[in-house]
């Protein structure tokens, strides 16, 4: 069994509509220990995020492998610019028009080959190698839902983003393991209303 990696992707301003910086959380994992999810600096909502049906003022769809993510109104496609910075990035997306702090909120997808394993054997790992990152006020949330599949639910601050939530889901489906990472310095409640909204857009493809 092979152990995971957590690569920190930082996207920086080229031209004057880029946010500086945006800041992702990509999961690199196999069979053993995948890596995922984070808590916030106070106590966010503990809540499941259940994915049923498409999101209200839902915006464009991102087609990755084996899942749709419909996002919310006002988000772009940003996949080129994170496989740019980090090749293993499936797909990803941020908020076009929030660029007056300097900051976007963003979302990106890794996708693993891995055999499924027990989420609680997870967390240890996790949270070591989340440390190891750099990332503070790390807390695991009640699991949410990935259109249907139970998905290990984690929120963390980085502090190389400027404090900024990292709030992570992590799947198993179809011998694969899904990592959905939302980053956004909104508060709280916020965040969490955004990460669930995003959640809210997923849709698997393949069985």
Not at 61 to 71: A, E, I
Request: charged share 20%; proline share 4%.
């Amino acid at each position: 069994m092979t152990s995971s990696r957590l690569h920190f992707v930082r996207m920086r301003r080229i031209h004057a509509l880029a946010l500086v910086p945006v800041f992702a959380l990509a999961a690199c994992t196999t069979a053993t220990a995948p890596a995922t999810t984070a808590a916030p600096a106070t106590s966010a909502p503990a809540t499941s995020a259940p994915a049923t049906s498409t999101p209200v003022d839902a915006g464009a769809t991102l087609s990755g492998d084996g899942y749709t993510l419909t996002l919310p109104k006002g988000w772009e496609d940003a996949t080129a610019a994170f496989k740019k910075l980090q090749a293993q990035v499936d797909t990803g997306a941020k908020e076009t028009a929030d660029t007056k702090d300097k900051f976007n909120d963003n979302v990106n997808v890794v996708v693993q080959t891995s055999a499924e394993v027990p989420f609680e054997s997870l967390k240890t790992a996790l949270k070591t190698q989340l440390e190891q990152a750099g990332s503070t006020n790390i807390e695991f949330k009640d699991n949410a839902t990935l259109d249907g599949k139970d998905a290990l639910h984690v929120w963390s601050i980085t502090k190389d983003a400027g404090d900024a939530h990292t709030i992570q889901f992590m799947a198993f489906n179809g011998g694969k393991l899904y990592v959905l990472t939302v980053s956004t310095n909104r508060d709280d409640a916020a965040a969490a209303t955004l990460s669930q909204q995003i959640v809210s857009g997923w849709k698997w493809t393949t069985a």
